[in-house]
């Protein structure tokens, strides 16, 4: 199993091309931020509508005692949500930096 927090989005990502001969803009610079900020978001996005999935499984072997009731069931959104968040803060799955290569790409910064 891989390490997830040194998955983190490479530099490279963040830079322009070593073969760039002039220094980025600061409108690409932002336009950069936005790209991997929307990255993050996506992927955390995706994370939170898998670990939902994970919740809705039923599991005989659960204590009715313990289920949450139908409090819980308002609340396991909001629990996915933020265990999707902080998956993503510590480096997620990869997802992002594969969405936010394709997102520079189609925007022509490779």
Do not use: N, Y
């Given at each position: 199993?891989?390490?997830?927090?040194?998955?983190a989005?490479p530099?490279?990502l963040?830079t322009?091309a070593?073969?760039?001969?002039?220094?980025?803009?600061?409108?690409?610079?932002?336009?950069?931020?936005e790209i991997?900020?929307?990255?993050?978001?996506?992927?955390?996005?995706?994370?939170?509508?898998?670990i939902?999935?994970m919740f809705?499984?039923?599991?005989d072997?659960?204590?009715?005692?313990?289920?949450?009731g139908q409090?819980g069931?308002?609340?396991?959104?909001?629990?996915?949500e933020?265990?999707?968040n902080?998956?993503?803060?510590?480096?997620g799955v990869?997802l992002a930096?594969?969405?936010q290569k394709?997102?520079l790409?189609?925007?022509?910064?490779?």
């Open positions: 199993m891989t390490d997830l927090t040194a998955a989005v530099a490279s963040l322009p070593a073969s760039t001969a002039t220094a980025p803009s600061a409108a690409e610079l932002a336009k950069r931020g991997h900020k929307t990255a993050q978001k996506f992927e955390a996005s995706f994370l939170s509508a898998m939902g999935q809705e499984t039923e599991d072997s659960t204590d009715p005692a313990f289920s949450g409090g069931q308002m609340f396991k959104s909001f629990l996915a933020a265990m999707a902080k998956m993503v803060a510590a480096g990869g930096a594969s969405v394709e997102m790409k189609m925007q022509g910064l490779h």
